[in-house]
């Protein structure tokens, strides 16, 4: 069974960092493009940051670009996102999920990611 299973999650005062971790169990990620997505109270769910299975091409939206970092170790077969500098904007729940591609640099749209995991609360409170 395929599984995406975040961690990390929790409070943080503003400017404070959280890192978030996603492993996966049931297969490999070695050939899935990686995404954080988040979804805040009363909005839509919005892509945040991605990373092509090979690592060497990333993309991450506006709001977070210099705070946040995506980073995935294929060895354990897990995902991360350093979030660093939070604002309380960034309170969501935050979700991993997996688009799976045979090209090592591909990232793909936000609609094609259709692995998904359960979700971690971020809040930024103080």
């Known amino acids: 069974q395929m599984e995406l299973v975040e961690s990390g999650g929790g409070l943080v005062q503003p400017g404070g960092s959280l890192r978030l971790s996603c492993a996966a169990s049931?297969?490999?990620?070695?050939?899935?493009?990686l995404a954080w997505f988040r979804q805040a109270p009363g909005k839509e769910r919005e892509g945040v940051s991605c990373i092509s299975s090979n690592s060497r091409t990333t993309d991450y939206i506006d709001d977070v670009k210099g705070r946040f970092t995506i980073t995935r170790d294929n060895a354990k077969n897990t995902v991360y996102l350093q979030m660093n500098s939070l604002k309380p904007e960034d309170t969501a729940v935050y979700y991993c999920?997996?688009?799976?591609?045979?090209?090592?640099?591909?990232?793909?749209?936000?609609?094609?990611?259709?692995?998904w995991g359960q979700g971690t609360q971020v809040t930024v409170s103080s």
């Open positions: 999920a997996a688009l799976f591609s045979f090209r090592p640099e591909y990232l793909g749209s936000w609609s094609e990611y259709n692995y």
């Open positions: 049931g297969f490999t990620l070695d050939f899935y493009a």
